[in-house]
């Protein structure tokens, strides 16, 4: 069941590992940041460091002046899953990242049977790299996980 909606804009800072989001709920609410994300080297269901600071629609503005590659999405929050539906070049990719606060609901959890590739090792499928790919890479490494989607 799908808690909350919500309509995301990332702008990655160009030479930066800064993101600046935009997701506008379909409440009328709009929440504004800048996350820092810091990748850790190991493999597996391990986050890195990231830091957020929410935003003033001011900080916002001046922040979103900086030259920046955009991607947008909507993300539907089915708990624990966050499950994105991409827009743009990237329409048609679908992806879920799970939740967790503690090491047993790491251990616990089985993904849906409507998961078709487990990408948590493959660092082409993070933000940070897809704003970046063109629709010919996506398709790409889909393949690799055969997966070829209608073009």
């Known amino acids: 069941m799908v808690t909350v ?62 030259p920046a590659t955009m991607l947008s999405k909507t993300r539907f929050s089915v708990p624990p899953l966050g499950v994105d539906v991409f827009d743009g070049r990237l329409q048609g990719l679908v992806l879920g990242e799970a939740e967790f606060t503690t090491d047993e609901e790491i251990q616990a959890f089985a993904p849906p049977a409507e998961c078709v590739a487990e990408v948590t090792d493959d660092a082409r499928f993070a933000g940070g790299c897809l704003v970046q790919a063109s629709r010919q890479e996506l398709l790409g490494w889909l393949a690799e996980y055969g997966i070829r989607p209608q073009t």
């Open 5 to 66: 909606t919500r309509v995301i804009t990332d702008r990655y800072v160009n030479g930066t590992r800064l993101r600046l989001r935009r997701a506008d709920f379909a409440d009328g609410r709009c929440e504004l940041k800048l996350t820092q994300k810091v990748p850790v080297l190991l493999s597996g269901a391990i986050q890195g460091l990231i830091t957020n600071t929410y935003l003033s629609p001011a900080e916002y503005d001046v922040l979103a002046s900086l």
